[in-house]
């Protein structure tokens, strides 16, 4: 089922939208997750990347390997460091 979810960083300086299909949420409490968000896990939410869009300002990505070998980019806003999403 499509939806169309919208949001936005703290101070507004990014701001997206999505219009598909959401999946299921997970939960992450390994040791990168417990620290890029303060707490003792993340949510994750899947979505089809072809139906996300920024639609204003411009994210800053960190990437880094996890325990997997795999690569994996935060992006989160320039200015107040509000996180946004994964890739």
Do not use: Q, W
């Amino acid at each position: 089922m499509a939806h169309l979810t919208t949001g936005r960083c703290l101070c507004g300086h990014v701001a997206y939208a999505y219009d598909g299909p959401i999946g299921p949420a997970s939960y992450c409490h390994c040791s990168d997750c417990r620290r890029c968000t303060g707490s003792a896990f993340n949510i994750g939410v899947r979505f089809r990347l072809a139906d996300f869009r920024i639609t204003r300002g411009n994210p800053k990505g960190f990437t880094k390997y996890g325990d997997s070998g795999r690569e994996l980019t935060r992006h989160f806003c320039p200015n107040c460091g509000t996180p946004l999403f994964s890739s």
